[in-house]
């Protein structure tokens, strides 16, 4: 009701902080990507390591 809409604004404003947990991060990732063939170019391998990102 009424109590939720203050506590929603409140939150907005700042004036109370927000009741959802924080994101935190891993503290470390790893991941690979096998690609099809050798591959000689930059050009492919930085298409490679973008879809890493």
Known sequence: GAQA?????ARARGEMPDP??????A???????ELPAPTHHSEALLFAA???L
């Open 50 to 52: 973008r879809r890493l």
């Open 20 to 25: 959802r947990p924080w994101f935190e991060a």
């Open 27 to 33: 503290d470390t990732f790893s991941h690979g990507l």
């Open 5 to 9: 809409v203050r506590h929603c604004l």
